[in-house]
């Protein structure tokens, strides 16, 4: 894990300085990807396809990454995750980890590495019980409107909102916290993949949605860069 830990701490610390956490926004580094998890189980991993495209495009002029526009598609007991300081995994049914694979994903978030979960709907009673395979002695919380994913460069006073109308829930962010730090972000009842994907893919969504949807990712991947 030594080495692991090593790359991902530069790889972090370099795309760090572009944003300007250290004040140094001039600073042009090289390029990264956001990644999507490939998992096991038969759930739709590939789904809102167009999704991290978008962010990675979005991020890239708000708030001043430099990512390459195609995402990285990696898989949970992968080396290849340690080069991803932020992994996105959705889908609507059926996702599983082998203990190698959890154990992976836990040498990865413990390292400095973030994994955003997005429910697309039917995600929620597969997700929880592979992440506990993850973090056994970890539950997801909620975490309130005033936590700092909620005002990195965009603020949500109220915290999570709906993107998509699912079963008539509120949309909640649920969060895995290690030693202080969120590890996993979990929206629930909310679909922000859905809402980064190009407009027109879902007509009835609107521009502000779409937008709103973006701004509250972005503030995700700056604080997954930043913690």
Not at 71 to 97: D, K, M
Not at 176 to 181: E, K, T
């Amino acid at each position: 894990m030594g080495k692991n830990k090593s790359i991902f701490a530069s790889i972090v610390l370099t795309i760090a300085l572009s944003i300007g956490v250290f004040g140094l926004t001039a600073f042009a580094p090289p390029s990264y990807k956001l990644a999507r998890l490939k998992y096991n189980g038969g759930g739709d991993w590939y789904g809102s396809r167009t999704a991290l495209t978008n962010l990675a495009a979005f991020c890239n002029e708000a708030i001043n990454t430099n990512f390459y526009s195609d995402e990285a598609i990696v898989e949970p007991g992968s080396q290849e995750l340690f080069n991803y300081p932020y992994v996105f995994a959705t889908g609507h049914g059926n996702i599983i980890f082998s203990q190698q694979e959890a154990e992976n994903m836990r040498k990865y978030l413990i390292g400095g590495g973030f994994l955003h979960l997005c429910d697309n709907y039917g995600f929620d009673k597969f997700i929880r019980a592979e992440m506990k395979k993850v973090f056994p002695e970890l539950e997801f919380v909620e975490l309130p409107p005033s936590h700092p994913v909620f005002s990195q460069k965009y603020k949500f006073p109220n915290g999570l909102f709906k993107v998509h109308e699912h079963d008539g829930k509120r949309a909640q962010g649920f969060g895995l916290i290690y030693q202080g730090r969120l590890v996993c972000f979990y929206d629930y009842e909310c679909d922000l993949g859905n809402g980064w994907e190009d407009q027109g893919v879902y007509p009835g969504d609107s521009k502000m949605i779409h937008l709103k949807a973006l701004q509250m990712g972005a503030n995700l991947v700056q604080y997954a860069l930043s913690n």
